[in-house]
């Protein structure tokens, strides 16, 4: 005799009994269920590590998604018949999924948040800002000294762009900085 479903033993040593039945059914519906997980979240052609943090969000993401996904087909079962067996099993199937992705997704959030990596994406943020105004400040430098020695000759012309260097300077970068907001990650250099 074979083993009944989900369990090890047959129908012969206990496999017929309420209990075992129900136990063995669960984890016929579990292993369904976390094939169904594993389906969802394998990607055969995965790539290595470089950004954890942005792969963590990445997979948050992907659960997010497989969450609302397994949720609408939650949402859209029929009343459980308990007489058509099949169609109960899959509905337990699709419930179970649901309730497997909805308690890793939790975890991978409240792993974000115990990480802190928001705080540490801002403060990356951040510090490639400073990064880039320490450049573009060396690089002003540069194009004013520039500047300044081609109009070595003209004191005046010099003098003026002198004095209006820093504000001049100032007014153009907020200028580009608010432009750079309003047009978003998305687009390219003018």
Known sequence: MRPMIGQG??????????AARANGERKATQAEASAIVARL??????KPVTDPVSELQA?????????????????????????DLNATRRAHVVVEAWQQLMVEYRKALTDMVRLGLEERRVALTEQAGALLAGVVERVAAALLTAAL???????????????????TSAEIGRRELLAAIEAGPAQEDR
Request: charged letters at 20%; glycine letters at 8%.
């Open 41 to 46: 979240l394998h990607d055969t052609n995965a």
């Open 59 to 83: 997979i948050a993401g992907r659960m997010a998604s497989a969450v609302e996904s397994l949720g609408e087909r939650v949402n859209a079962l029929p009343t459980i018949d308990y007489e």
């Open 149 to 167: 020695s081609s109009l070595a000759d003209h004191a005046d012309a010099a003098a003026v762009l002198r004095a209006t260097w820093a504000q």
């Open 9 to 18: 033993v047959c129908k012969m040593h206990g496999g017929k009994q309420g």
